[in-house]
């Protein structure tokens, strides 16, 4: 029994109700909320509509979108830098073939197996 009504006891559910203030102010400080007002009809509609079609919730769907498009700005700049990696290395391959092309060559060495 939770509480004792005849004594006005509510230790208990006094106990529970802090518990579980506290556990929901913990989940809480990480999270931000972000009111957003005055969307066209038609954009929610297809938001719930995008929504579904993952079997999320509106929120869980948006969320995850503005989480993704938060984070594409370090994901492009990790793209470019793979990409000039990849860049130098080609260049340096192209280099390396073209010097060990003309040592071949300068050795007497054919691509037929000589």
């Known amino acids: 029994m939770p509480f004792n009504r005849k004594r006005g006891d509510f230790s208990n559910v006094t106990r529970f109700l802090f518990?579980?203030?506290?556990?929901?102010?913990e989940v809480d400080d990480t999270l931000e909320a972000i009111l957003i007002r005055r969307l066209e009809a038609k954009?929610?509609?297809?938001?719930?509509?995008?929504a579904?079609?993952?079997?999320?919730?509106r929120e869980q769907y948006v969320r995850d979108l503005i989480h993704n498009h938060?984070?594409?700005?370090?994901?492009?700049?990790?793209?470019?830098?793979?990409?000039?990696?990849?860049q130098k290395v080609l260049f340096a391959l192209?280099?390396?073939?073209?010097?060990?092309?003309?040592?071949?060559?300068?050795?007497?060495?054919?691509?037929?197996?000589?």
């Open 19 to 25: 518990a579980f203030i506290k556990k929901y102010e």
């Open 52 to 57: 579904r079609k993952k079997r999320v919730s």
């Open 94 to 114: 192209e280099k390396n073939t073209d010097i060990l092309t003309k040592f071949l060559i300068a050795n007497g060495v054919t691509d037929d197996g000589d």
């Open 43 to 50: 954009t929610v509609a297809a938001i719930d509509d995008l």
């Open 70 to 86: 938060a984070i594409s700005v370090e994901v492009e700049g990790l793209h470019q830098g793979y990409q000039d990696i990849v």
